[in-house]
């Protein structure tokens, strides 16, 4: 599946597409190369996750970047294969030289490979320098390079890591120069020529000269094809997950181009909005990286989703000692922090967003919603639950206020931050409190645990409910509010604690719906309506029935899409683009158009759609297949690892009630 720009039809709005692996991310330009221009703020270099200065504010280690000849371009294009994970690149210069590149980076090795097409010779000059200053070489960083055969090899240390950078081609007989921190490859009367930059470093490697000659040496055996054919491999596996077909390929494409990008900005540890310096140096908001969680579970991609809940788990202790410890006194839940590194640290610039606390909701969710639709049982009892439990009695304790016989409230916090500071009983804050309840009851009783603490969470839930702000026969973002906000469907999404036939949350969304141009940004800039904002209303009205809504947030969602289909976090004016947090919630939205389940119920969404098909996961680890044409239902089969029981509904209004033994498939229609 290729998206594909040109000097045609490029907009202003070009930024470079993305490769990498969740540990590097490269962007490459038109040319197949990293030339030092801004794209919405964004330089084209190489940055490896993890990789960071320990001090705040823990800014990202550039590892350089890679450049050619100055030769004027006259027409060029470009295309992504997200299926493969590849950037191919076909330019035209007024010297009548064309040069066509194919670049990927290596799934699972950290690896960089750009094959050049050329007549006569090309010279590739790699930079270890500071994006946009060729002179500058990464702050704090020193090295030495040596020669090799193929090119060069160039140790170098910097804070506390140290580590390898090989640059090398396959052609016979290179010309290779060092030149302080530039170094140039020029391969001479050849047509093609396969260039590879590898990296190791301290942070995986125990024997860094060992483990750089077993990469190159695979790379020698298996060739830039054969290279590649591993990495295509490698990505079918992530494919085979899950999958959709629409008649509307805008939205298919972008769909897919957002599932890319998760994956690549899929960590060991989270994800990061991006792993790039312009966002926010690649840290981790629990907050933000719950929607790009729930993309990838609504996927089924389990493996890259169970890291999230994971890496909170493993900050668990940290969170407790943010929460209380005090001369051996920890009696408070668990509090993360906002803003992290990988080492759970707090690393948000000061400000009234460290009084947020709603992001624990999101902790919450992603460790229920795991267990929820993987049905580990494992996970639940010996990380789930206990991060679970630990937001819960953060929340119990520190944040809920009884204020009458009969009242209870969420105390003053930041709630979204275009509503400013110390807001109390902030609507989409108390809803992210009850849904951490709800699951924090729900994981108890499943495991039979905690029955005190389940019913004092689930009188807070309840009370908590009744007190949630009304004016004027519908929800407000918090009392006496003089702004519309999309904080007003949290009831509904993202912590689904108030039923579809609400009439406060009812009257709440149309009174958006009717303001929106004015605040459908998640900053109070430009006039037009993100695609994060659309998700998050399109993701509600799925859930409340509305199948014309939700298409309509697609259409309204798909028309802010990028030349490669790519999601910018605002797109009027430009900010942030290719942003995980908004990929995360198009994807949940587009697979909420099409299935939704619980524990009880499977329901095939009807939006309106009369082709499409689709193979998604259930709740309850369960596989659902279906497929329509012509609006006729052709296909319906249903996978269960475990025994239970579904009520399964379909478009056309048959409904079915299954019984599943363990492994059981059902094939219903077709």
């Known amino acids: 599946m290729k998206m594909e720009c040109s000097s045609c039809n490029a907009n202003d709005n070009y930024v470079p597409p993305v490769i990498g692996n969740g540990e590097l991310s490269i962007q490459i330009d038109k040319e197949g190369l990293q030339r030092q221009q801004t794209y919405v703020g964004m330089t084209p270099a190489i940055w490896w996750a993890g990789r960071r200065y320990g001090k705040y504010p823990g800014e990202l280690i550039p590892f350089g970047y890679f450049i050619a000849g100055e030769e004027k371009l006259l027409e060029w294009r470009q295309s992504l294969d997200v299926k493969q994970a590849l950037i191919e690149t076909s330019c035209h210069y007024e010297n009548g030289e064309e040069v066509d590149t194919k670049a990927f980076v290596h799934l699972n090795h950290p690896l960089l490979a750009v094959k050049k097409k050329f007549s006569g010779s090309y010279t590739l000059t790699y930079l270890l320098a500071q994006p946009g200053d060729d002179c500058l070489i990464p702050r704090g960083m ?16 910097v804070e506390d890591f140290c580590g390898i950078i090989s640059f090398w081609c396959d052609a016979p007989d290179p010309d290779i120069v060092i030149a302080g921190n530039r170094f140039r490859i020029t391969v001479e009367e050849e047509t093609e020529a396969a260039f590879y930059i590898a990296m190791v470093d301290s942070l995986d490697s125990d024997d860094l000269v060992s483990d750089m000659a077993a990469l190159k040496q695979q790379v020698r055996l298996n060739g830039f094809d054969g290279m590649l054919a591993s990495h295509t491999e490698a990505w079918n596996k992530y494919w085979l997950d899950s999958y959709i077909e629409l008649s509307d390929r805008k939205q298919m494409n972008a769909y897919y181009t957002a599932q890319y990008h998760l ?15 312009t966002h926010w140096q690649g840290k981790y908001f629990s907050f933000d990286d719950y929607f790009s969680f729930m993309g990838l579970l609504s996927s089924g991609h389990f493996d890259a989703a169970r890291k999230i809940p994971e890496y909170r788990f493993s900050l668990l202790n940290a969170a407790k000692d943010r929460a209380h410890r005090y001369f051996g006194q920890n009696s408070s839940g668990g ?69 009458s016989d009969d009242r209870y409230i969420i105390g003053k916090c930041t709630d979204l931050e275009r509503l400013g500071p110390a807001r109390e009983n902030a609507f989409m804050t108390t809803c992210g409190v009850i849904a951490t309840f709800d699951a924090a009851v729900a994981a108890a009783e499943k495991l039979h645990v905690d029955s005190s603490q389940v019913k004092e969470w689930s009188f807070l839930a309840e009370k908590l409910r009744q007190s949630l702000p009304v004016e ?62 659309a998700a998050w209303k399109g993701i509600a009205r799925a859930r409340m029935g509305d ?29 942030h683009p290719w942003f995980t947090t908004a990929e995360g919630a198009y994807i949940q939205m587009l697979n909420e158009s099409l299935l939704q389940s619980d524990d009880e119920r499977i329901i095939v969404f009807d939006c309106g759609r009369s082709d499409y098909a689709f193979k998604l996961p259930a709740v309850g680890g369960i596989t659902v297949e279906f497929a329509m044409c012509d609006s006729v239902v052709t296909a319906l089969k249903i996978t269960s690892p475990v025994a239970c029981q579904r009520i399964v509904s379909v478009p056309d209004g048959r409904s079915f009630e299954l019984d599943f033994e363990p492994g059981q498939l059902h094939t219903l229609i077709g």
Not at 387 to 402: D, S, T
């Open 142 to 157: 020193i090295f030495d390079a040596v020669k090799t055969s193929a090119g060069v090899d160039i140790h170098y240390r």
């Open 263 to 277: 994956r690549i900005s899929s960590t060991r540890w989270s994800v990061p909005v991006g792993i790039f310096p």
């Open 335 to 403: 509090r993360w922090a906002w803003q992290t590194v990988e080492d759970g640290s707090e690393m948000a610039t000061p400000g009234f967003w460290i009084e947020h606390i709603f992001h624990l909701a999101h902790i919450t969710l992603s460790a229920w919603y795991y267990y929820l639709f993987s049905g580990d049982e494992h996970f639940l009892q010996e990380k789930g639950y206990p991060v679970i439990k630990a937001a819960a009695e953060f929340y119990q304790i520190q944040a809920v206020y009884k204020i």
């Open 472 to 533: 004027d026969g519908r929800y407000v973002p918090y009392p006496k509010c003089d702004q519309k906000s999309i904080a007003v469907f949290a009831g509904t999404f993202p912590y689904h604690v108030l039923t579809k036939d609400d009439p406060c949350q009812k009257s709440a969304m149309s009174d958006y719906l009717e303001n929106e141009s004015e605040f459908g940004n998640m900053y109070p800039v430009g006039n037009s309506v993100c695609v994060w904002y």
């Open 547 to 575: 199948g014309a809504g939700v298409m309509s947030c697609l259409d309204q969602a798909t028309g802010e899409v990028n030349c490669f289909s790519e999601i910018f976090e605002i797109k009027n004016p430009a900010h």
